[in-house]
Structure formats: C-alpha cells, structure tokens
C-alpha cells in the first residue's frame, strides 16, 4: 500500500501525540530523512512546551464563582436588563470599529491558517529554524543559483527570481525548498556584514493572490508580506520595519519585472 503523503496536519498530530501507531511511525520515519522539517517540527515542540508551562499554573487556579455551571444556569434564569449607559457605549465602541478599526476587523476575520496571513506565519517559522542554524542554513548556496532557480521553479511550477539586495548590503547566502500546509515553497537567506539574516519565503498562493504590503511582527522578529498575480512574498528579519520596509519594495520591485 501507497503511504499517504506527510502533511502538516500530521506534523502537529505529531508534535500532540495525536497519531495512531502506524502513521506515527511513518512520520517518524519521514522526518529522519527530511532534517529540515524534522528541525522545525523540533521547533513546534518547543514551542508547545513554552505553552504549557505558561498555561499550568491557570489551569490550577480554582474556576471564578461567575463560570460555576449552578451560578450561570441561575443568572440566565433571571431577566437581563441593559442599562442604557452601557448600550450607548456600545453603539459608541461600534462606530468607532466601523470607521477606524475596518482594517483590525478583516484581520480578526480572516483564518490564520488562509491567506497572507498563513504565509506570514510559515516565513517567520522558517527564519526561527533557519536563521540560527550555523551548519547548513541553506540546502544549495549562491554558489549554484542556476540549480536553485531551476528546482523552485519545477517545484513551485512558477518560474522564480533570486532577489538582489547587494546595493542594500545583503548578499544572497542561497536558499532551499521548504514543506508548508499549503504547498511548497521556496526560502532564500541573505546576510550582511554584521552577520544579521533575512528570510524572503515565497510560494503560490490559493487564498489572497492579490494583496498588498502589510507589516507585521512576531516575538523580535519584523516582516512585510504581499501578494501578487498569485504568488506570495513574505520578507522576516531581525531588523527595524524602517529598515526592512525599502528591502520589501525593492523585492516586491524586481520579482515583479524580472519573472
């Protein structure tokens, strides 16, 4: 029998213990041939360790005399009344959300795993796998760029750029396929002379295959993503969104004329 291919849901099954023997094993196996992903799931599990030993001590914590099932199921038998105060302050809330805060909803709407969003997320992972990694940051190096291009784009089926920011100071250190729950993608890495690394993630994208620039941030990392005629761009670094914003536009610039 054919085993199924490794996605990423069976990854964070993986991390949760949430597998069945079989496929487990098959995971297992899988990621002792696949160092890279076998990194990040590492990661995944670090990062759920954190959680936990956030979360325990609330756990712990007795439940609020308001969440005790007697004391809800008595508080809904009894007339709610509105004071008008607070249906004003509501009214005013809601105004405010629909003329300023349109942007903040969308965002709280769109799913995490969909979109730019996701691409967001995936490229911030990769750079905590990747950036740090002092023994093989990247699977082929600047060295065999026509080999790069040639792989991304069979794998992406989309032909691919490798972006030049020598005139910014950073030098393309190479780049390597990576496994997200959307498809391949493609990482490239770039330094400069003070040893700082950036992460350009590029896939194609199902969701948001139009989009533009948006910031965001992740623990002390900065990144810009956008999208566009269906492929997405995420640039993650450790550096100020003054400093990375120009090195987006100026990628966002030559992926835009050149493929």
Do not use: C
Not at 8 to 26: F, M, N, S
Not at 60 to 72: G, K, S, Y
Not at 183 to 198: H, I
């Amino acid at each position: 029998m054919t085993m199924q291919p490794i996605t990423e849901d069976d990854l964070h099954a993986y991390v949760d213990d949430a597998l069945d023997a079989t496929r487990r094993e098959e995971v297992a196996a899988y990621l002792n041939n696949h160092a890279d992903v076998a990194a990040r799931v590492e990661n995944y599990h670090s990062q759920k360790l954190k959680l936990r030993d956030a979360l325990d001590p609330v756990a712990e914590e007795p439940i609020p005399t308001a969440l005790n099932l007697a004391h809800m199921i008595e508080a809904r038998s009894r007339p709610r009344v509105t004071p008008p105060w607070w249906r004003a302050a509501a009214a005013a809330v809601l105004f405010v959300l629909g003329g300023g805060g349109g942007w903040w909803l969308h965002g709280v709407s769109t799913l995490a795993s969909e979109g730019v969003v996701a691409l967001a997320r995936e490229a911030a992972d990769n750079y905590g796998v990747y950036a740090s990694d002092t023994i093989r940051p990247v699977e082929l190096r600047a060295d065999d760029s026509a080999q790069l291009v040639s792989w991304a784009s069979q794998r992406l089926q989309h032909p691919v750029a490798l972006p030049d920011l020598s005139a910014s100071g950073y030098r393309l250190m190479g780049g390597r396929m990576t496994a997200t729950a959307h498809g391949p993608g493609l990482v490239l890495m770039y330094d400069n002379d003070r040893g700082t690394r950036l992460v350009l993630l590029t896939r194609p994208m199902v969701v948001d295959q139009n989009k533009p620039m948006a910031e965001h941030t992740e623990d002390e990392t900065t990144g810009f993503t956008w999208a566009t005629n269906g492929m997405g761009y995420s640039l993650v670094g450790p550096s100020t969104a003054n400093d990375l914003h120009p090195l987006a536009d100026d990628i966002r610039h030559q992926t835009e004329t050149k493929v």
